[in-house]
């Protein structure tokens, strides 16, 4: 059976431009956490030394992926879009170090055999997956003492939990519907650490001074900890 949010996301991708060929320090690859150019943490968050292997979970046109992989870090991304991963392998096409993928998240997650340093997403899959599924099986698949960070809009005021997001498509069609996962800063903390990550950080990191929108960007970071959970 056909996975409608593929299609619903090949539709979002013919929405976004390609990123800047550079950013506002002239740097041709760069790692951006929020919805704002310029702005926010990078790659730091992740604490990531040359040689380890991260996953990106919702991938997109890989900007984010392709920075790692200059790092000298085995980049792995997945992403459900055919046409973002289509984006990606035109822009990337000579970056070394990068690996991509088109499904699910959860599927593939339970298929590797690799333990990754480190695993993230931004306004990705950790956004559009039920939680009690995906925290589990982050955590088997991310070495004690690795961190899964992940940013996405803060939620709405009263508004927890599984939502609806409405993709535009073309103007005489109705919008596709995918579900995303919506929690304040402390509900995810203690979501997380409940699945046996011990060590969290979830804040809302105020927009961009430079632009003229003023939602936040929440972004939380969380260490697995040294013992296996039983679930």
Do not use: M
């Given at each position: 059976m056909p996975d409608t949010r593929s299609a619903a996301w090949d539709d979002y991708s013919k929405t976004k431009p390609q990123r800047?060929?550079?950013?506002?320090?002239?740097?041709?690859?760069?790692?951006?956490?929020?919805?704002?150019?310029?702005?926010?943490?990078?790659?730091?968050?992740?604490?990531?030394?040359?040689?380890?292997?991260?996953?990106?979970?919702?991938?997109?046109?890989?900007g984010n992926l392709a920075h790692v992989a200059t790092l000298g870090i085995k980049a792995v991304g997945i992403d459900l879009s055919p046409k973002q991963l289509d984006k990606a392998r035109e822009r990337w096409s000579d970056m070394d170090g990068m690996e991509l993928h088109q499904?699910?998240?959860?599927?593939?997650?339970?298929?590797?055999?690799?333990?990754?340093?480190?695993?993230?997403?931004?306004?990705g899959a950790a956004w559009f997956t039920d939680p009690g599924l995906l925290l589990?099986?982050?955590?088997?698949?991310?070495?004690?003492?690795g961190v899964f960070a992940f940013s996405q809009r803060p939620p709405v005021e009263g508004c927890y939990g599984c939502q609806a997001s409405y993709i535009p498509r073309a103007d005489d069609e109705d919008p596709a519907i995918v579900k995303r996962w919506d929690y304040q800063p402390d509900i995810w903390s203690s979501l997380l650490k409940e699945y046996g990550f011990p060590d969290v950080t979830a804040t809302v990191l105020p927009a961009s001074k430079a632009d003229k929108r003023t939602t936040g960007t929440l972004l939380v970071r969380a260490v697995r900890g040294d013992e296996p959970q039983l679930f």
């Open positions: 800047r060929t550079t950013n506002a320090r002239g740097e041709t690859t760069w790692f951006n956490w929020t919805q704002y150019a310029d702005h926010g943490p990078g790659v730091e968050a992740l604490a990531l030394r040359p040689g380890d292997t991260v996953l990106d979970l919702g991938c997109g046109s890989g499904g699910d998240a959860l599927t593939f997650l339970a298929d590797t055999f690799t333990i990754f340093d480190a695993i993230y997403s931004v306004f589990p099986i982050v955590h088997a698949n991310l070495k004690p003492g």
